[in-house]
């Protein structure tokens, strides 16, 4: 199994899902995966669907 499909397969395993970061910490995150995402690198679209997914989860900044 390649690298994307590996770590695809992570992603998709319907595990529970647990209070592990903070809410800075998850903004730090996503803003990494956006910049790999946009990078063209090896595994970069699973980095940019992670922003996207960890994305949509946080609260908006007002």
Known sequence: MGGDERLWA????ECE?????TLGELRAV???FQAWGASGEAEAG??????ARFGRRL????
Request: net charge negative; aromatic share 0%.
């Open 17 to 21: 899902r647990q209070p592990l970061t």
């Open 30 to 32: 996503v803003e990494l």
């Open 59 to 62: 609260p908006a900044e007002g």
């Open 10 to 13: 992570l992603i998709e395993d």
């Open 46 to 51: 699973v980095a940019a669907e992670l922003a």
